[in-house]
T-cell receptor, first 112, second 112 residues
Framework: DTEVTQTPKHLVMGMTNKKSLKCEQH?????MYWYKQKAKKPPELMFV???????INESVPSRFSPECPNSSLLNLHLHALQPEDSALYLC???????????FGPGTRLTVT | GEDVEQSLFLSVREGDSSVINCTYT??????LYWYKQEPGAGLQLLTY?????DMKQDQRLTVLLNKKDKHLSLRIADTQTGDSAIYFC????????????FGTGTKLQVIP
């Protein structure tokens, strides 16, 4: 298994909703990442987990809350989002923090 | 901080070679990557090159690195319509944490 999977593929949520994005990999990778990508822009790093511990938070607002329950799973909990948070949310994993990253297909999030 | 620049758009005819260029500013970059993103999809790692190399060939792909000028290029031989996508170059540093900075992306259009 050489892929990173993300669910759901699409998500529409209101500003008062609470939802979660899920990412899974079974490659034995020990680093996992969340990125945000707006239309026609490059991905922007949000969070990095290394060995299930949060190692990087790129000054992301607290309405985004990451969680790494185990080495294969990464969640992103969403609460009280704003319309400008609408974007493609990409998950990635790598063997360790020093190695190349493999991306999932993303979750297209729309906040209404 | 790091800055990675690419031209926005490239159009080529099917069967021709495509050359996508990238410039970066961080001289301590250890790895340089090329990613492909098709519409609505995640990023696919195409190839990467270590900073101590000046060329890498992988089937139809040739990566050239001019470290002195901080210039990276991706040549796609015999370009096909399936190569139409956005191509991102990215640079990363090792030394504890692989923070990857993505370029602005080049949209490649292949004309049949």
């Amino acid at each position: 298994d050489t892929e990173v999977t993300q669910t759901p593929k699409h998500l529409v949520m209101g500003m008062t909703n609470k939802k979660s994005l899920k990412c899974e990999q079974h490659m034995g990778h020990r680093a996992m990442y969340w990125y945000k990508q707006k239309a026609k822009k490059p991905p922007e790093l949000m969070f990095v987990y290394s060995y299930e511990k949060l190692s990087i938070n790129e000054s992301v607002p607290s309405r985004f809350s990451p969680e790494c329950p185990n080495s294969s799973l990464l969640n992103l909990h969403l609460h009280a989002l704003q319309p400008e948070d609408s974007a493609l949310y990409l998950c990635a994993s790598s063997q360790d923090r020093e190695y190349e990253q493999y991306f999932g297909p993303g979750t297209r999030l729309t906040v209404t | 901080g790091e800055d990675v620049e690419q031209s926005l758009f490239l159009s080529v005819r099917e069967g021709d070679s495509s050359v996508i260029n990238c410039t970066y500013t961080d001289s301590s970059s250890t790895y340089l990557y090329w990613y492909k993103q098709e519409p609505g999809a995640g990023l696919q790692l195409l190839t990467y090159i270590f900073s101590n190399m000046d060329m890498k060939q992988d089937q139809r792909l040739t990566v050239l690195l001019n470290k002195k000028d901080k210039h990276l290029s991706l040549r796609i031989a015999d370009t096909q319509t399936g190569d139409s996508a956005i191509y991102f170059c990215a640079e990363g540093n090792s030394g504890g944490y692989q923070k990857v900075t993505f370029g602005t992306g080049t949209k490649l259009q292949v004309i049949p």
